[in-house]
């Protein structure tokens, strides 16, 4: 018998948890990554027991060690996923067996020890369940952060022998500031966020932080957000921070960068390329350079662009700025290809169009 795969959670609730009527008040308009609610779930796993102690419990500091190794060597990976409430108040989480997949290959390239699926989408669903008044309805959500770090209190460098495995959940609002329909990007000419043979394609913090001074730059600069080139040869255009990235061609096909091992493997791309597919729409995976889009943006062969993911769903890209200057992408605005694809994903997500694929996976 497989034990990872068939493992209980065990329950430890909250004695007094947060009345309904101010989860009612908290999850009205929160701002993104601010609030959370009452429990998480943790998994540990050691090298002498495997994968053991699984649980719900109240949300709670961590206690580690300050020789902690992934203070030191940043072993950790996370990964990003909604619950959605639908309007007969059922709730359902997008295709969560994809990010347990993507949380396992992540474990791999970071040397850390793999989740078994079930294990995941099971601490998932049951922090959901008992979380499930904290879902907000609406055009909120409730965002989950899968994450494992290495525990093992050691300074060598090599990988630990143990991890913790937590799930915490916050309900959320829009990504962007309300209103707000298209964002400006930010292209540096001196930070890269992955090489090949590097951690790109892993969903870990550390590519993050190594990505902040590029976002500090792009605030510096009035954008949003910052579009990533290839690092061999600062040419070809990846993903942003923590979003794929689409565009929107004159012949109405869409083109999107291929994954190369550099750019993370988005859940919400692969959905709107299969999308796509399904309407008819062509989707071109080529890699696409900088210079040929501010060409096609300033023709007119580039119609819209958009970024995606999880966070932010589908976000129209209005204006590209760079240190020799500035393109208007379309009149600046959300497109009607990046609306028409939005409604319908979010659509399917809450519930309100059918869903032809079998991504919905409903919490009972
Ligand atoms: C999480 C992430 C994405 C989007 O992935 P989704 O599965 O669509 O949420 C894109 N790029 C980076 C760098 C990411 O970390």
Known sequence: ??????????????????????????????????????????????????????????????????????????????????????????????????????????????????????????????????????????????????????????????A????????????????????????????SDRYTRAALGGTGAAKCGGNYAAGLSAQTEASANGCDQVVFLDAAEHKWIEELGGMNVFFVMDDGSLRTPPLSGTILPGITRASIIELAKREGIVVSEEPYAFETWQADAISGRVREAFACGTAAVVTAIGAVRHAAGEFTIGDGGEGPVTQRIRATLTGIQRGKIADPFGWIHHVA
């Open 1 to 158: 018998m497989n034990t990872e795969s068939t493992m209980q959670f065990a329950f430890s609730l909250i004695a007094t948890p947060t009345p309904h009527d101010q989860i009612v008040a908290s999850i009205a308009n929160p701002v993104f990554g601010r609030v959370f609610t009452d429990h998480m779930a943790t998994v540990r796993w050691t090298s002498a027991l495997g994968w053991h102690d699984a649980k719900i419990e109240a949300r709670r500091p961590f206690q580690i060690d300050p020789a902690c190794a992934v203070l030191h060597y940043a072993q950790e990976i996370f990964e990003g996923m909604k619950a959605y409430r639908g309007e007969d108040n059922s709730v359902s989480l997008f295709r969560p067996f994809e990010n347990a997949k993507r949380f396992r290959a992540s474990a791999e390239r970071m040397s850390m020890a793999e989740l078994p699926d079930a294990l995941f989408v099971g601490a998932v669903e049951s922090l959901v369940k008992v979380d499930r008044d904290w879902v907000p309805g609406g055009d909120g959500s409730l965002y989950l952060r899968p994450f494992m770090f290495a525990t093992e209190t050691f300074l060598g460098v090599r």
């Open 160 to 187: 630990s022998s143990e991890y913790l495995f937590c799930v915490i959940a916050s309900p959320v609002g829009p990504y962007f500031k309300a209103g707000k329909t298209a964002v400006t990007v930010w292209v």
